[in-house]
């Protein structure tokens, strides 16, 4: 079974910055938390991952809480092309355990 | 920039045929992951090698699937009498090892499979 909880679905209004939650309250101490998305047909794609501190790249930013229990992705100016299923995995060494994920909607 | 092909994209067979995949790897990376999604699911995993050493293998890989990573380079995945129920998206990834342990998998376009 996957080891993170996320709402099943979400909607986005256009360039509002989207927030996407996870749970992890069961992660280990040296497990990194992963974010990948997955548009319709295609392979997931990697978006970001990280362990203790905030990350942020070209293509989004990743929060997560000091205990480590949970984090939040988030989109800063949501477009119609990132309408997708968004998967929270947390892992180490060893293969991903996908869960349902968050199908975001992003409408205009 | 050379991520991870697959080959075919789709394959369509007949019910109890053989069938084999390909997937070439990112070039430096040393891991590479194999996983099935059926429709609405997210991908499962199969079995995972480590340069040429398969490493874990799902139970859901039964005795009809093997998987080879000859060399270390690219995979190949073979199902063979086919069944409807392996009508899916078969999904190749690559990752490398990096310092502290991170290991983010890139995931190819997979290959979809009916079987009819």
């Known amino acids: 079974d996957a080891k993170t909880t996320q709402p099943p679905s979400m909607d986005c209004a256009e360039g509002r910055a989207a927030n996407l939650p996870c749970n992890h309250s069961t992660i280990s101490g040296n497990e990194y938390v992963y974010w990948y998305r997955q548009i319709h047909s295609q392979g997931p794609q990697y978006i970001i991952h990280g362990l203790k501190n905030n990350e942020t790249n070209e293509m989004a930013s990743l929060i997560i809480t000091e205990d480590r229990k949970s984090s939040t992705l988030i989109l800063p100016h949501a477009t119609l092309r990132d309408t997708a299923v968004y998967y929270c995995i947390v892992g180490y060494g060893q293969n991903f355990v996908f869960g349902p994920g968050t199908r975001l909607s992003v409408l205009p | 920039d050379t991520g991870v092909s697959q080959d075919p994209r789709h394959k369509i067979t007949k019910r109890g045929q053989n069938v084999t995949f390909r997937c070439d790897p990112i070039s430096e990376h040393n891991r590479l992951y194999w996983y099935r999604q059926t429709l609405g699911q997210g991908p499962e995993f199969l079995t995972y090698f480590q340069n040429e050493a398969q490493l874990e293998k799902s139970r859901l890989l039964s005795d009809r699937f093997s998987a080879e990573r000859p060399k270390g380079s690219f995979s190949t995945l073979e199902i063979q009498r086919t069944e409807q129920g392996d009508s899916a998206m078969y999904l190749c990834?690559?990752?490398?090892?990096?310092?502290?342990?991170?290991?983010?998998?890139?995931f190819g376009p997979g290959t979809r499979l009916t079987v009819t």
């Open positions: 990834a690559s990752s490398i090892i990096r310092t502290g342990g991170s290991y983010e998998q890139y």
